[in-house]
């Protein structure tokens, strides 16, 4: 079965340091990657997409940057840290059955 | 952009209740699914539905593509039902792709 593995869980940094969080899916191969964000309140924010290795879109001009250096791996990345980068980053996956499925999220306060 | 719309924002709800919740979206829409996130964040797939109607177990859910809206339906509520509910549409008609989620539902159910 498909599994989506996202760390660390919780991450507490300081303005003006850098950020890499993780996400990794298991059994399956050439999925379409997602990392959405979530700020206080409700709203999922669509950051950037993947459909394959090297093959980034961005959604909305940010501090932030993906990678997707192996099939199954998408990596979000910042240089410098922004008070306004805190919230709760999730990473999704899709493939050849309908739906996303959601790993269980990275909850950044950037201090 | 395709607008999504749910309504209630909030619902309390005593145990044993049963409640509609409305996603109105802006156009026609190639898939629809509905999610729930738990107390801890985690992001959980209800129903994919684009149309017609599903039941799994207390939820179901109705999609009128025509009419673009959809309901989900929880009978018989219980406490571990406490959490947002997320309906997110999808325009692309090849792969997988972007969805737009709607601002959510907040629900407490109550003992």
């Known amino acids: 079965s498909q599994t989506i593995h996202q760390w660390p869980a919780t991450l507490v940094q300081p303005v003006g340091s850098p950020l890499s969080l993780e996400c990794t899916v298991e059994?399956?191969?050439?999925?379409?990657l997602y990392w959405y964000r979530q700020a206080a309140g409700r709203g999922l924010q669509l950051l950037f997409y993947?459909?394959?290795?090297?093959?980034i879109s961005s959604e909305v001009p940010q501090n932030l940057s993906a990678s997707r250096p192996q099939d199954r791996q998408f990596i979000l990345s910042s240089k410098k840290l922004l008070l306004s980068d805190s919230g709760f980053y999730l990473c999704a996956w899709s493939g050849e059955a309908p739906g996303y499925t959601f790993g269980s999220g990275t909850r950044l306060t950037v201090v | 952009g395709i607008q999504v719309e749910q309504s209630p924002p909030d619902l309390i709800l005593q145990e044993g209740a049963n409640s509609t919740l409305r996603c109105n979206f802006s156009?026609?829409?190639?898939?629809l699914q509905w999610f729930h996130q738990n107390p801890w964040g985690q992001l959980i797939n209800l129903f994919y539905i684009p149309s017609g109607t599903k039941q799994n177990g207390r939820l179901s859910a109705t999609t009128v593509a025509t009419e673009r809206y959809s309901l989900l339906y929880i009978s018989s509520s219980q406490t571990t039902d406490s959490g947002v509910y997320f309906c997110a549409v999808d325009l692309t008609t090849d792969s997988w792709g972007k969805f737009q989620f709607g601002a959510g539902t907040q629900v407490v159910v109550t003992p």
């Open positions: 059994g399956t191969s050439n999925p379409n």
């Open positions: 156009d026609s829409v190639n898939n």
């Open positions: 993947s459909v394959g290795i090297g093959q």
